[in-house]
């Protein structure tokens, strides 16, 4: 089954302890996404990767590091997490290389104490 | 990217035809309109796009107006599972230089009652 799958779905974690969310896609796409939900401020963009070791920063990136050494992982990196990254991420995939079409995984709910 | 207008929520009886509305008059000749949905906190999904013409896939119709000013997405027979948050989203297609970002704004809470 063609999906993007993210781990983990929850994580509690406290403030300065680095941490990973992973994600990968079984489809073969170019282009990956990061966004963060927040009440009130919609879905915006964290990083994005058109495609191998190519990466670019989106609305929201500080705090954040990627990195994309295989087509198929897009992990996303806080080193020293903060209260203000408390949110919903999700990652996103898609088959053309600027992210038209984007396949979404179920989401990390990331609590930072 | 053109900004869009969406109401902020709609009610539609299931077995009915779902017609949600979108404004982005300032659209220029470029720009696609894009429709995602999220269903409860789970990530949005892709529904449709397109240009000028109607588009229908096995999910929805697009309607766009002549002018391009509008749009208008169309559930044809809405379900309890197709109650979601949609997106209505304007952008350049393509590569234009760079890879431009899909912004989500806060979409219109469609409920279906039983």
């Known amino acids: 089954e063609a999906q993007v799958t993210q781990n983990p779905r929850y994580l509690i974690t406290v403030t300065g302890k680095k941490l990973t969310v992973t994600c990968s896609q079984n489809?073969?796409?170019?282009?990956m996404s990061w966004y963060r939900q927040d009440p009130g401020l919609g879905l915006r963009q964290i990083y994005y990767?058109?495609?191998?070791?190519?990466?670019d920063k989106g609305d929201v990136p500080e705090g954040y590091k990627v990195s994309r050494k295989e087509k198929r992982n897009f992990p996303l990196i806080l080193e020293s997490p903060s209260p203000n990254q408390t949110s919903l991420y999700f990652c996103?995939?898609?088959?053309?290389?600027?992210?038209?079409?984007?396949?979404f995984g179920s989401g990390t709910q990331l609590s930072v104490l | 990217d053109a900004k869009t207008t969406q109401p902020t929520s709609m009610d539609c009886a299931e077995g009915r035809a779902a017609n949600l509305p979108c404004n982005h008059s300032?659209?220029?000749?470029?720009?696609?309109v894009y429709w995602y949905r999220q269903i409860h906190s789970q990530g949005p999904q892709y529904i449709i796009h397109?240009?000028?013409n109607n588009e229908t896939n096995e999910m929805a119709s697009l309607i766009i107006t002549e002018d391009r000013k509008s749009s208008t997405l169309i559930l044809p027979h809405a379900t309890l599972r197709d109650t979601a948050v949609y997106y209505c989203?304007?952008?350049?297609?393509?590569?234009?230089?760079?890879?431009?970002?899909?912004?989500f704004g806060s979409g219109t809470q469609l409920t279906v009652l039983p």
């Open positions: 996103a995939s898609s088959s053309d290389r600027v992210g038209e079409k984007l396949f």
């Open positions: 489809m073969n796409h170019e282009y």
């Open positions: 990767s058109m495609n191998v070791e190519v990466t």
């Open positions: 300032t659209i220029s000749g470029n720009e696609y």
């Open positions: 397109g240009l000028k």
């Open positions: 989203i304007v952008r350049v297609a393509g590569l234009s230089g760079s890879a431009r970002q899909l912004t």
